[in-house]
């Protein structure tokens, strides 16, 4: 193998270990939910902890590469030390996670650190590192920065595809990560079999640059790197705040899919990877071009483009009917991708069925590929303006660093602060203003956009946004569509830490979505039906756990049987109680004396609690809802059962009919399965029939009337031994193993 071919086949190595990265990113942020909840906090310290690793070990990685002459071996080590870490990383996180489970946030802060400083240090490494070695032997530097950042970030993009789509869906959370160590490990033996073809005298740095390179060397001399460093700061800082927005605006759109997020995140890396590569492209048909100035021409674009496709996307939407459509089917379909073949009917139909199986990649397209094309092309193109003395390495790591710094920074101001205090459409207005600024910073006569005209595009722009773009609470007003009841109906629109609630309110109805899904409404019978069934078989319940409140039925109805029970309710979501306070009838539920309310996710709370429950009722999202394994698997509904007392009793909700009543029986002695909940304890009693006809008869029409006829013969249950034979060939869910929330898996199984 000549050197030319060893060089090829290291860009395909960075493109595994892209690819291997995102892997555990997607896989290892999902695992850390189990013990550290999915509390908006608590996610933020993870995507914390996982980016400061990054920038961390950018900053050492850019130093050795400066130091150490046998880089190549160094980042075998790095990739063995990252595989084998890989294949110890789960018993390793379940003996930190059940110690530090139950443990106020900054122990829980120091249990995420504890787990992931090491692999994304190494990680962070990687990029400098890399391409320290890889301009010793091509000698320009920004070809190899941005054709390796190029790899690396289409790796990275298509391995969040993959992790998604394929490997969770079809393997588990624990095959995911084992397959990314092997690649490590793959990766590190390519390398020790490459490694001969590079001599230890050609890794040495030296001082021959490319012609084409040694102006801007000469120039960066003389830049102020401080300001260069608070530049990648802010632009960092912005970024990551349109990249939470999005992930809000779009996840409302295409739902709390766990393909929706992997969907929108292959779509940003993938534009940061092209941008890298386009950028590479221009500058060798323009390479006297002013990089600065076209830094910052690039950041006005970015902002341009941001204020422009909201302000389109909303008034097309809000006049425009064929667009009103468009967003009315996303919205109306409550799982993206859509896990099913296309109507052939018609052609109206199969159009409409393709659309929402495409949608979820096809809403990130039109927001968010363009400003990260041209956040891609930032990257190296700064990093080209810092670079000075030959340090390719360390300039690499410095800015980094920065970025990420910026990128923490900005991700705790946008998300803990700006969303909760003034929306989303009023925080994307500043962070785009802020980046509209960055024109001011041109040459007069120079650069893309020529200095005289900056003042009035600047001012142009600003004036079209402060009329045109959409205040708090209207850009999720539209994505909402109206029903058929909207001539009558009033939305109650409430934005926090942790997502988007919008309640529709008439007179007589009521219904309510949480960030785009839809999450309960008044009146329904089935609801109460569930709760009273339920309390039929332990009525006397003095102590009772509610875990989610949805819109109050179960809660009113054990308040109407039990009144003197105590009544523990666990509910995520403060944003979703605050939102619905603002109902008379549901504040009054709400205010309860003996109601005890806890904003806590679910299961974290039993790992903090030793209290046993005679009824625990969890009425939660949809089982192909994100982070939904966490409520539905074999090892949570174990949690369940430790916190039941021997009469005690489980009602769970469910709109999947085989995995979830095959992991109930794979813990509870007594499972009843009804048609769309099932009831479970460790020995159900008789049952007071007496009861339910009493409690029946206490609601007015037609309730009453809809209660009694689900009772007659709608809704007879399945016992134990019945579930486990029509559900022989379903699988249980496993906290690593989540079927049903990675639903293409069990899709795939069934058709087949």
Known sequence: MTKTAALSLLKIVFFISGFSSLVYQVSWQRILTLYYSVENISTTLIVTVYMLGLGIGAIVGGYLSEKIIRRLQLYLLI?????LFGLASLPFLELIGKTTAASNYFISFTGMFLFLCLPTILMGMTLPLLTKFYDDHNRRFFDSISYLYFINTIGAAVGCFFSSYILISFFGLDTSIYVAAGLNITIALIIFFISSKFSQGQEKSNEIVAESEKKYVAAGKAVNLKKIYLVVFITGFIAIG???????????????SPYAFSSILFVYLAGIGLGSYFIKRYLGKHPTINRKNLFYSLQFFIAAFVLLSIIGFYYLVKHVPYFAEINRASFNTMEHPYPHIPRTDSVAHFFKDLFVVVDVFLWPLAFILIPTILMGASFPLITSIAFKDNAAGSTVGKIYFFNVVGNVTGGLVTGLLLLQTIGSESSLLLLSFLGLLFLFFIDQDSGIVHGKYKRPMIIALAILALIAFPRRHQLYNIIHPDTEYSTNESKLITEGLDGVIVTYRSADKLSTYIN??????RPYATFYYEAIETLSFNMNA???LVI?????????TIQKALPHTKVTLVELSPTLIKNLNQ???????LENDNLELIYADGRKYLYNSDKKFDAIFMDPLRTTTSFSNNLYSKQFFQLIKNHLTNDGVFMVWTDEHFVVPKTLCSVFPAVKKYSYFCITSNKIKAQDTSFKSKMFSGFKPPLREELFKIDS??????DKAAILTYTSQSPVNEDYKPYTEFYLGLFARRKN
Do not use: C, Q
Request: net charge negative; aromatic share 10%; no cysteine.
């Open 242 to 256: 349109y990249e939470i927005i999005w992930f809000r605006v779009i996840g409302t759109i295409v739902k709390a």
């Open 79 to 83: 990739e063995l030390l990252i595989g």
């Open 542 to 544: 003095p102590s009772v």
């Open 548 to 556: 989610g409140f949805g819109t109050g039925s179960t809660v009113e």
């Open 583 to 589: 109902v008379d009838y549901l504040k009054s539920i």
């Open 516 to 521: 785009g899904m839809t999450h309960g409404g």
């Open 713 to 718: 013969g709608e809704n007879k249950p399945l």
